[in-house]
Nanobody, 122 residues
Framework: QVQLVESGGGLVQAGSSLRLSCAAS????????VAWFRQAPGKAREFLAS???????RYADSVKGRFTISRDNAKHTVSLQMNSLKPEDTAVYYC????????????????WGQGTQVTVSS
């Protein structure tokens, strides 16, 4: 069993940066693919980025070039660096983990955090 806890959300102005962290407890992150998703009010959950245990990354087109996912297996954390934030990035951000290869489909992830709110003002 893996417990995930997100942190780092907040209220920022457009053009700012935020760094979200996803910390794992219960067992090591090492064999897991970890992904970030977000969900805005009234909208479907959206895949943002994933990173495998070998640090192969994948990004959604909507965030490619602005967001960077990284992992520190020694610290059992995965981070999402978000730059040039826009009001449309406002959402609850979730990290998720699965013990297999990367996928964009949220329902294929076994473990989820509780989410952290990101609000970008114009």
């Amino acid at each position: 069993q893996v417990q995930l806890v997100e942190s780092g959300g907040g209220l920022v102005q457009a053009g700012s940066s935020l760094r979200l962290s996803c910390a794992a407890s219960g067992r090591t992150f090492d064999p897991y693919t970890v992904a970030w998703f977000r969900q805005a009010p009234g909208k479907a959950r959206e895949f943002l980025a994933s990173i495998t245990w070998t640090s192969t990354t994948r990004y959604a087109d909507s965030v490619k070039g602005r967001f960077t996912i990284s992992r520190d297996n020694a610290k059992h954390t995965v981070s999402l660096q978000m730059n040039s934030l826009k009001p449309e990035d406002t959402a609850v951000y979730y990290c998720a983990a699965r013990g297999s290869w990367a996928t964009d489909y949220g329902d294929r992830y076994d473990y989820w955090g509780q989410g952290t709110q990101v609000t970008v003002s114009s």
